[in-house]
C-alpha cells in the first residue's frame, strides 16, 4: 500500500502559479506510473495528468494541455504539478494517485483561483 501525502496547494491570482508536491513513501515509488486527479465542489473525480515510470511519458487532459506540467523525481520518491495560467474553473483539490488505482490517493491539497 502506497502512502502519499500532497502539498503546495493555495490561493492564487487567476493567470498565477502554484507548484504541487506529492511524497511517497511504503513501495518503489519509482516502479508506478502516477496521476494526478482533482475534485472540484460538486462535481465528480476529474483525472488531470500522467506520467509513466521513470518520466518518459506524459499525458494532459484537454483543459490542462499547455499549462500544466507533471514531472517526478524518483530519487526522492516525489512527484510534481506545476500549474501556469490557472483559470477559476481549475479551483479543486488536488491528489496524486496511482495511475491504476485512484482509492489510494492521498488527502489532497486545496487550490482555489480566485481574485
Known amino acids: 500500500q502506497v502512502q502519499l501525502v500532497e502539498s503546495g496547494g493555495g490561493l492564487v491570482q487567476p493567470g498565477g502559479s502554484l507548484r504541487l508536491s506529492c511524497a511517497a513513501a511504503g513501495v518503489t515509488f519509482s516502479y508506478y506510473a502516477m496521476s494526478w486527479v482533482r475534485q472540484a465542489p460538486g462535481k465528480v473525480l476529474e483525472w488531470v495528468a500522467d506520467i509513466s515510470p521513470g518520466g518518459a511519458t506524459t499525458s494532459y487532459a484537454d483543459s490542462v494541455k499547455g499549462r500544466f506540467t507533471i514531472s517526478r523525481e524518483d530519487a526522492k520518491n516525489t512527484l510534481f504539478l506545476q500549474m501556469n495560467s490557472l483559470k477559476s474553473e481549475d479551483t479543486a483539490v488536488y491528489y496524486c494517485?496511482?495511475?491504476?488505482?485512484?482509492?489510494?490517493r492521498g488527502q489532497g491539497t486545496q487550490v482555489t483561483v480566485s481574485s
Open positions: 494517485a496511482p495511475n491504476s488505482d485512484y482509492s489510494q
